[in-house]
């Protein structure tokens, strides 16, 4: 009840595409969604994150979709270029627990193409 | 305004020998958490440090042991090194409890 699914494992994308990664989870205590963004030897970055009271949220050309009877939300990149190469873990907590820990994804590693 | 730093970058261990991995927060943030990356997988949570105090571990053995200090930088201690601790450690820091969790670049561990 603690995992986060996540798929594609792999993304191939031409340049101007739409990239889309999909989370999935079981626990419905979970109140916290973020997905960070991870280029090789690095620490992932926090790209954008929302909470269950949001069905979507944009910034930029990344959107979160939230589905809260689903259990599920996904990551749209918009006109996805060359540079967002890397691989995108989606997370989730719960932040009214104790410890407030992040349960990740299995991460999908996108390559877009020029 | 720094982000999270960690030391050393990469290390490179023996097999029950100890390792020492540090994490300096983000200014402002009293809370550290620290995660085991392996490769090809999604990071791990190991525990948490909020002003000073263990708030929390992951399913991981007493030979994995952390420290936050009154500055609130941190360091996370591995006994008896195994050859399945080779991983990446992230160090992620928040301004407290609840609030986003910005990670460093990580310290890359290989024990041999």
């Known amino acids: 009840q603690q995992q986060v699914k996540q798929s594609p494992q792999s993304l191939i994308v031409q340049k101007g595409g739409i990239s889309i990664i999909n989370c999935a989870y079981e626990?419905?205590?979970?109140?916290?969604f973020p997905w960070y963004q991870q280029f090789p030897g690095k620490g992932p970055a926090l790209l954008i994150a929302i909470r269950p009271d949001v069905s979507e949220k944009k910034e930029g050309r990344f959107t979160i979709s939230f589905n809260k009877s689903a259990k599920q939300f996904s990551l749209h990149i918009m006109d996805s270029q060359p540079g967002d190469s890397a691989t995108y873990f989606c997370?989730?907590?719960?932040?009214?627990?104790?410890?407030?820990?992040?349960?990740f994804g299995t991460g999908t590693r996108l390559q877009v193409f020029p | 305004e720094t982000g999270v730093t960690q030391s050393p970058t990469h290390l490179i261990k023996t097999r029950g020998q100890q390792v020492t991995l540090r994490c300096s927060s983000q200014s402002g943030h009293n809370t550290v958490s620290w995660y085991q990356q392996a490769l090809g997988q999604g990071p791990q949570f190991i525990f948490q440090?909020?002003?000073?105090?263990?708030?929390g571990r992951g399913n991981f053995p007493p030979r994995f042991s952390g420290l936050q200090f009154p500055n609130y930088s941190s360091e996370l201690n591995v006994n008896a090194l195994e050859l399945d601790d080779s991983a990446l450690y992230l160090c992620?820091?928040?301004?407290?409890?609840?609030?986003?969790?910005?990670f460093g670049p990580g310290t890359r561990l290989t024990v041999t």
């Open positions: 992620a820091s928040s301004l407290s409890l609840s609030y986003e969790q910005y």
């Open positions: 626990n419905t205590a979970f109140d916290y």
């Open positions: 997370a989730a907590k719960a932040d009214w627990v104790r410890t407030d820990k992040l349960i």
């Open positions: 440090y909020y002003r000073e105090e263990e708030n």
